[in-house]
């Protein structure tokens, strides 16, 4: 059964970096877009960043809390996304999920498990 493994999280301090990885676990199948999202505690799950998954051409989209900080890239043979990210801030604590869409309208996607980033002094 396909799954979406993801890694990364921690506890970093403020202005800090991490990287988060997402990976597809069980048989090899071709995603149309990739991303993070993020939910924390008692608000809801929004986007961070997508990319798609084409062979020659990725299309990127951040949010704008999020944009000159963070950076989403793929490795597309591996099915494998990561996400940098930099200067972190306290209100980018939260569980980061990894979303991964089989077709452009997103009805058809994987959930990852969730990585739990942490950004406290």
């Known amino acids: 059964q396909e799954q979406l493994v993801e890694s990364g999280g921690g506890l970093v301090q403020p202005g800090g970096s991490l990287r988060l990885s997402c990976a597809l676990s069980?048989?090899?199948?071709?995603?149309?877009?990739m991303g993070w999202y993020r939910e924390a505690p008692g608000q809801q799950r929004e986007l961070v960043a997508t990319?798609?998954?084409?062979?020659?051409?990725?299309?990127?989209n951040y949010a704008d809390s999020v944009k000159g900080r963070f950076t989403i890239s793929r490795d597309n043979a591996d099915q494998r996304v990561y996400l940098q990210m930099n200067s972190l801030k306290p209100e980018d604590t939260a569980v980061y999920y990894c979303?991964?869409?089989?077709?452009?309208?997103?009805?058809?996607?994987?959930w990852g498990q969730g990585t739990q980033v942490t950004v406290s002094s």
């Open positions: 069980g048989n090899a199948v071709k995603f149309y877009r």
């Open positions: 990319i798609t998954m084409f062979a020659s051409e990725s299309s990127t």
């Open positions: 979303k991964a869409d089989f077709t452009q309208t997103g009805t058809t996607f994987y």
